[in-house]
């Protein structure tokens, strides 16, 4: 089983900066691209940014230039640095992790959700 631990969402005005992180541990091999996801009130469930296990990274563009994902591949760890923060924002961010098992098998695990709310 693989466990990811998600923190650092919370409340933060326009403007500000809030950091997230995520911890993925349990049977896990070697872990591939990690990634940011949010779903915003009425919206579905969108990328926000992935990096992959050299760093390649990949934003969506209404956060490009203002997020920055970044990962610790000793520690199995993706954090999602936000800054100038804007009410649209405003979402439950998941983290996602693509790795490989015991089993030599490629899956994909799911945070259990970290709320961010930005206000005006």
């Known amino acids: 089983q693989v466990q990811l631990v998600e923190s650092g969402g919370g409340s933060e005005q326009t403007g500000g900066s809030l950091r997230l992180s995520c911890a993925a541990s349990g049977t896990i091999l070697s872990v591939f691209t990690m990634g940011w996801y949010r779903q915003g009130p009425g919206n579905q469930r969108e990328l926000v940014a992935t990096?992959?296990?050299?760093?390649?990274?990949n934003y969506a563009a209404s956060v490009k230039g203002r997020f920055t994902i970044s990962r610790d591949n000793a520690k199995n760890t993706v954090n999602l640095q936000m800054n100038s923060l804007r009410p649209e924002d405003t979402a439950v961010y998941y983290c996602n992790v693509e790795y490989q098992d015991y089993y030599f098998l490629t899956q994909s695990a799911w945070g259990q959700g970290t709320r961010v709310t930005v206000s005006s």
């Open positions: 990096i992959t296990h050299s760093d390649d990274t």
